[in-house]
C-alpha cells in the first residue's frame, strides 16, 4: 500500500512538472555550432568560445493576454564543464517576420558574439515574428519584455534537461535599436516584478529610442527630413493592434494614397523596407521626406503639437526613461545616429539619475557613426562594460575574474606594469578601452609581465583587459600626470 501511494506521488509530480515545463518550452531545435576561430574571423570579435546555436520555441502570451507560440534563438559556451551567466539580447527593427534571430537573421549576430564571450545568450524574436502570430507589436514595451522574460525563464526550465548548460545567478541585458527600448522595459520588469527571480547583474541598452512621445516624436515628425517614414506606419499598426482604440480606419490617421501600400505592409504582402520605399517615393511629391506628411491635417497638428489623442497616450505609455534601475547601467549611443536621435540617450540618463538611479550614465562611443556604424563600438563598449562584473567557471577554474592579474602603478603615469598570476607561454592580448568604451591600445606579449607604455594616452580612466584565450580579467586604470 505504501509502495503504490509513493508511485502515485511520484507520478504526479512529474507529470506536473511535465506540465509546468511544457508550458513554456514549447520545442528546441539544434541549428549549428560554430568555432570561435570562425567566430573571431567573420564577426571581428576576439571570440572566447565556440558556440552551439539553438532555435526555441516557447510559450508566452499575445498582446490580448492569450498564450502564443512564439520563437528565438539562443546561443551556448560549447564548454560543458562551463558555468556561465544568463544574457537577454534584443534585436533592433527588422524587415518582416523572417528577418529574425531563430532564422540566423536580424540580430543573430550580436546574439553569437555575446554567446562567444562567455554568456548564455537568449535573442527572442518578439511577437508577431519568426513563428508568433499576427502583427508585431513594434516599440510596445511590455510585450518586448515579456517576450524577453518568458524566454529567459524558457532557458532556465530547458537548462535543468541538459547537463551540457549550466548557468549561475548572474543576469545581463541589452539589445540595439528597438532592442535597446526592449532591453530598457525588460530591466524594469525583472527589477520591478521579477526580482525574486532574476536580480540584474549589469544592463546597457545601445541606441534606443527610450522617449518615443517626446524625442522620437520631436525626431521623426519635425522640419527635417527623416528617412524612415515606415517606422511611423509600424508603430500606428502596433498600438491600434494593442489598445484598440486608435482608428477605426486607417484613413483617419494617414492620407488616402498611402493607405494602400499600408494595408499590403500589415498583410505582410510587403515587407518595411518596400514599404518605405514607397511612402519615400509619395513623400517626395508633398515636398520632401517629412513623414508627418503622410499624416491627415487634424492628426498632424496633434503629433506635432504634442496634443491629446489616444495615438499620444500610447507613445506616452510606451516611453521607457523614468524609472529607477538599481543594477549598474549603461546607455551607449553615436551622436551622429540620424535613425535614433542621441537625445533619448541623454533625456534618460537626466531623468533616470534624477530618480536616484544607483550606477547609470550614458555615453557618446563614437560623435562620427550613423545608426549602423554605431554597431561596433557600442557593441564593444558594452562587452567591456560586462566584463567588470562577468564571472565564468570552467571545471574549478574562474576564468573570468577580477583578480587574475596584478597592474601598477595605478594611477599611471608613463608606464604600467602587469602581472599575470600564473607564469604562462603562450601570447595573452591587452587592450585598454577609455571610458567611453572605444578601443585605444591594444598590446600582445607573452610570459607573465608584460610593461604598457601610457604616456601617449590622454589623463583620465580607462578599462584594462587580459585576454590569453583561456582567462580574461578586467581593471579600472587611473592615468595622471
Known amino acids: 500500500m505504501h509502495n503504490s501511494f509513493t508511485k502515485i506521488l511520484c507520478l504526479l509530480f512529474l507529470g ?13 531545435t539544434f541549428i549549428e555550432s560554430r568555432t570561435k576561430e570562425a567566430i573571431s574571423a567573420n564577426l571581428g570579435v576576439d571570440a572566447q568560445f565556440d558556440v552551439k546555436l539553438y532555435k526555441m520555441l516557447y510559450e508566452t502570451p499575445d498582446i490580448q493576454g492569450n498564450l502564443d507560440t512564439a ?42 558574439i555575446f554567446g ?7 535573442a527572442a524574436d518578439f511577437l508577431g515574428l519568426g513563428t508568433a502570430r499576427g502583427i508585431h507589436p513594434y516599440v510596445h514595451a511590455d510585450s518586448e519584455a515579456s517576450a524577453s522574460v518568458d524566454m529567459m525563464y524558457a532557458m532556465q526550465a530547458y537548462a535543468e534537461t541538459d547537463p551540457a548548460i549550466n548557468m549561475n545567478d548572474q543576469v545581463f541585458v541589452t539589445g540595439y535599436s528597438q532592442g535597446g527600448h526592449a532591453a530598457m522595459a525588460t ?15 549589469a544592463t546597457a541598452p545601445m541606441s534606443g ?50 493607405i494602400e501600400d499600408i494595408v499590403r505592409y500589415e498583410n505582410e504582402e510587403i515587407n518595411l523596407f518596400a514599404l518605405n520605399s514607397q511612402i519615400l517615393f509619395k513623400l517626395n ?46 546607455l551607449f549611443y553615436c551622436m551622429a545616429d540620424g535613425t535614433v536621435t542621441y537625445k533619448n540617450s541623454i533625456l534618460a540618463d537626466s531623468v533616470m539619475n534624477a530618480n536616484g538611479a544607483a550606477d547609470l550614465t550614458s555615453i557618446d562611443v563614437d560623435s562620427n557613426q550613423d545608426h549602423g556604424g554605431c554597431v561596433d563600438p557600442a557593441t564593444t563598449a558594452t562587452i ?19 583578480d587574475l592579474f596584478t597592474v601598477y602603478p595605478n594611477p599611471a603615469n608613463e608606464v604600467l606594469t602587469i602581472e599575470i598570476e600564473a607564469v604562462r607561454t603562450d601570447i595573452f ?6 571610458i567611453y568604451g572605444k578601443l585605444v591600445k591594444t598590446e600582445i606579449a607573452s610570459g607573465n609581465r608584460l610593461s604598457v607604455d601610457v604616456l601617449d594616452l590622454p589623463i583620465g580612466m580607462y578599462w584594462l583587459s587580459i585576454n590569453d584565450g583561456m582567462v580574461r580579467g578586467v581593471e579600472k586604470i587611473n592615468i595622471q600626470r
Open 187 to 201: 530591466h524594469r520588469l525583472l527589477e520591478s516584478e521579477l526580482s525574486d527571480d532574476f536580480t540584474v547583474t
Open 209 to 258: 529610442p527610450y522617449s518615443i512621445s517626446q524625442e522620437m516624436r520631436k525626431f521623426t515628425t519635425g522640419d527635417d527630413p527623416y528617412l524612415f517614414a515606415g517606422f511611423l506606419v509600424s508603430l500606428v499598426l502596433s498600438y491600434e493592434a494593442a489598445y484598440g482604440n486608435i482608428y477605426t480606419d486607417l484613413e483617419e490617421i494617414f492620407k488616402s494614397q498611402f
Open 384 to 402: 567591456a562594460f560586462f566584463a567588470q562584473f562577468q564571472e565564468v567557471t570552467v571545471g574549478t577554474n574562474e576564468v573570468f575574474t577580477q
Open 429 to 434: 592580448t591587452v587592450q585598454l578601452h577609455d
Open 285 to 330: 511629391f508633398l515636398g520632401g521626406f517629412f513623414p508627418k506628411l503622410m499624416l491627415q491635417d487634424s492628426i498632424r497638428e496633434i503629433v506635432v503639437n504634442d496634443g491629446e489623442h489616444p495615438l499620444m497616450d500610447a507613445l506616452r505609455d510606451n516611453d521607457v526613461f523614468d524609472w529607477t534601475p538599481t543594477a549598474p547601467t549603461r
Open 116 to 122: 562567444s564571450m562567455g554568456y548564455v545568450t537568449t
Open 71 to 112: 520563437s528565438g534563438l539562443f546561443v551556448i559556451p560549447d564548454d560543458p564543464t562551463g558555468t556561465f551567466p544568463l544574457l537577454s539580447y534584443s534585436h533592433g527593427t527588422v524587415n518582416d517576420r523572417n528577418d529574425v534571430p531563430s532564422l540566423l537573421e536580424g540580430g543573430s549576430e550580436l546574439a553569437i
Open 16 to 28: 506536473l512538472s511535465i506540465n509546468a515545463f511544457s508550458q513554456n518550452v514549447v520545442e528546441v
